[in-house]
């Protein structure tokens, strides 16, 4: 599967954003997806992860009550809806995908990423 982040941009904080993952094959609904970030001079983190259905869903604390993570299988999307952003969200997101039946927050779970979008959140 191929993946391609978008959505990112310059937004002030407290404003909205929604990343949207684009995902290639036809067996994208089978994937787990995860969220990512990575901001300069820092390792990459978990950001949130939604099961193959939709049904289940992991967030890192960082972002609990201020991102959601959703999909629409029949348009082969993942979306990350961030609302109340702040100026520690600036980082470049990925969207990561595995066959596994749960990727959870570790980066290397993940066997398929995405190039990412840039998200900076000004003070």
């Known amino acids: 599967v191929q993946l391609q982040a978008s959505g990112g941009g310059l937004v002030q904080a407290g404003d909205s954003l929604r990343l949207s993952c684009a995902a290639s094959?036809?067996?994208?609904?089978?994937?787990?997806v995860g969220w990512f970030r990575q901001a300069p001079g820092k390792e990459r983190e978990f950001v949130q992860a939604?099961?193959?259905?939709?049904?289940?869903?992991y967030y890192a604390d960082s972002v609990k009550g201020r991102f959601t993570i959703s999909r629409d299988n029949a348009e082969n999307t993942v979306y990350l809806q961030m609302n109340s952003l702040k100026s520690e969200d600036t980082a470049v997101y990925y969207c990561?995908?595995?066959?596994?039946?749960?990727?959870?927050?570790?980066?290397?779970?993940?066997?398929?990423w995405g190039r990412g979008t840039l998200v900076t959140v000004s003070s």
């Open positions: 939604i099961s193959w259905s939709g049904g289940t869903t």
């Open positions: 990561a995908a595995t066959t596994a039946a749960w990727g959870g927050s570790t980066p290397r779970n993940y066997a398929y």
């Open positions: 094959g036809r067996t994208f609904s089978s994937y787990t």
